[in-house]
């Protein structure tokens, strides 16, 4: 026997063919924000400066003349931000897990090709015959959480904004880290972060590491940091090894 027919609205049959013909919905994306500025130099930003993406080289973004910039990222996805402009050098970020928000004050903070010579010359980094660093190297800041939530021109107000007396370890191990003394130089002396709060480690090799600080009376934010060889990532403030609330 026949099955009996089943009459459909008009309506209905052309929404059902329309959603069978329809391309797929483009991918989601969420924004990076933040600026980029000189390395000790807040005031002087890096107009006319590229943004882009390690797992997403097509991505990009030109810096405004104030330092600003926007960049639309894929959502769910890990993104390793970092810049290029003439006369400095290439600085990477933290690798982000995007997880359905815009990202703000996603900061570069940028060493000149001079301070950056200096460095490597000061901490003995052996270097290649382009100038880059052989193997990698990780740097953040122990920030206070007074800067979370400050936009960028309240951040240079507040000055410095590091934690003294923290010290940092990242999973797989790495050997000790430098700290930052007070006048912002990597000191071997210096066994514990300084007001400065900057804490770097030199000679690393590729992979992804998880940094995490440690601290006797507060606690901060851990980051992962993606290295190859001639890499530098810089996890700037706010980000980084931001503080965070204290536990209740």
Same mark, same amino acid.
């Given at each position: 026997?026949?099955?009996?027919?089943?009459?459909?609205?008009?309506?209905?049959?052309? /929404?059902?063919?329309?959603?069978?013909?329809?391309?797929?919905?483009?991918? /989601?994306?969420?924004?990076?924000?933040?600026?980029?500025? !000189?390395?000790?130099?807040?005031?002087?930003?890096?107009? @006319?400066?590229?943004?882009?993406?390690? !797992?997403?080289?097509?991505?990009?973004?030109?810096?405004?003349?104030?330092?600003?910039?926007?960049?639309?990222?894929?959502?769910?996805?890990?993104?390793?931000?970092?810049?290029?402009?003439?006369? +400095?050098?290439?600085? +990477?970020?933290?690798?982000?897990?995007?997880?359905?928000?815009?990202?703000?004050?996603?900061?570069?903070?940028?060493?000149?090709?001079?301070?950056?010579?200096?460095?490597?010359?000061?901490?003995?980094?052996?270097?290649?015959?382009?100038?880059?660093?052989?193997?990698?190297?990780?740097?953040?800041?122990?920030?206070?959480?007074?800067?979370?939530?400050?936009?960028?021109?309240?951040?240079?107000? +507040?000055?410095?904004?590091?934690?003294?007396?923290?010290?940092?370890?990242?999973?797989?191990?790495?050997?000790?880290?430098?700290?930052?003394?007070?006048?912002?130089?990597?000191?071997?002396?210096?066994?514990?972060?300084?007001?400065? @709060?900057?804490?770097?480690?030199?000679?690393?090799?590729?992979?992804?590491?998880?940094?995490?600080?440690?601290?006797?009376?507060?606690?901060?934010?851990?980051?992962?940091?993606?290295?190859?060889?001639?890499?530098?990532?810089?996890?700037?403030?706010?980000?980084?090894?931001? !503080?965070?609330?204290?536990?209740?």
């Amino acid at each position: 026997m026949r099955p009996s027919s089943v009459w459909l609205p008009s309506a209905v049959l052309l /929404a059902l063919a329309a959603a069978c013909i329809a391309p797929a919905s483009a991918a /989601a994306m969420v924004d990076l924000r933040g600026t980029a500025y !000189e390395f000790n130099k807040p005031a002087m930003r890096l107009a @006319g400066a590229t943004v882009r993406v390690a !797992e997403r080289p097509k991505l990009r973004a030109t810096v405004r003349k104030n330092g600003a910039y926007r960049l639309a990222v894929p959502d769910r996805a890990r993104v390793t931000p970092y810049v290029d402009a003439p006369g +400095y050098h290439r600085i +990477y970020l933290q690798t982000f897990t995007t997880a359905g928000k815009d990202l703000d004050r996603v900061n570069f903070q940028v060493p000149t090709d001079g301070t950056y010579n200096a460095l490597a010359t000061l901490l003995k980094v052996p270097l290649d015959a382009k100038g880059d660093i052989r193997a990698c190297a990780i740097v953040s800041t122990f920030s206070t959480r007074k800067v979370r939530n400050l936009s960028f021109n309240g951040f240079v107000r +507040y000055g410095a904004h590091g934690v003294a007396g923290a010290t940092a370890s990242a999973t797989p191990a790495l050997k000790s880290p430098f700290y930052f003394n007070e006048q912002v130089i990597p000191d071997p002396a210096q066994r514990l972060s300084s007001k400065d @709060g900057g804490v770097i480690w030199t000679g690393v090799r590729s992979g992804r590491y998880v940094v995490r600080a440690h601290h006797p009376r507060t606690r901060f934010a851990r980051f992962v940091a993606t290295c190859k060889p001639g890499r530098i990532v810089n996890a700037n403030p706010p980000w980084g090894l931001h !503080e965070l609330r204290p536990a209740r």
